[in-house]
């Protein structure tokens, strides 16, 4: 029986490539679009979601509690905009990788890392993510 219990661990699935996942915070004011952000990032082994948000203020209040590694947000969002939302995260946050997640292309707003549209294939939008947050860990210098 020792045999096969030495076996099962061994079939484990390795988690040394993935030391830690990326803290993520979502912000849209669609509850079906953070459910389904959520539901796609919580899939995979190396994001963690962390927050959501339904506005811009509430965005800014919990990447300054939570200070994660990535925020998703929409530019078009009640209260304050994803883009006034994205000044202020840099400013409480300035590590926080920001994303945004819009319905349309636009210029890239001022302070944001990079733009995903809204209906961009799951496997491209977490592809594009993860190389965001990889590409990150890199260029930081070593503590």
């Known amino acids: 029986m020792s045999a096969g219990m030495s076996t099962s661990t061994q079939d484990a699935p390795p988690k040394a490539a993935i030391t830690t996942a990326f803290r993520v915070v979502i912000a849209d004011d669609a509850a079906g679009i953070r459910a389904l952000m959520k539901t796609l990032l919580s899939l995979e082994p190396d994001f963690d979601v962390v927050g959501m948000a339904r506005n811009g203020a509430e965005a800014v209040e919990v ?18 905009s994803g883009m006034e939302a994205i000044k202020a995260i840099r400013e409480v946050s300035p590590r926080t990788i920001v994303v945004v997640l819009s319905g349309e ?14 209906g961009t294939p799951n496997d491209v939008l977490v592809t594009t993510l993860r190389e965001l947050c990889r590409a990150r860990v890199v260029a930081q210098p070593s503590a």
Do not use: C, N, Y
């Open 63 to 80: 990447v300054t509690a939570l200070q994660p590694d990535l925020v998703v947000i929409d530019v078009s969002m009640p209260v304050m």
């Open 105 to 118: 292309r636009h210029d890239l707003p001022e302070g944001a890392d990079g733009q995903i549209e809204k």
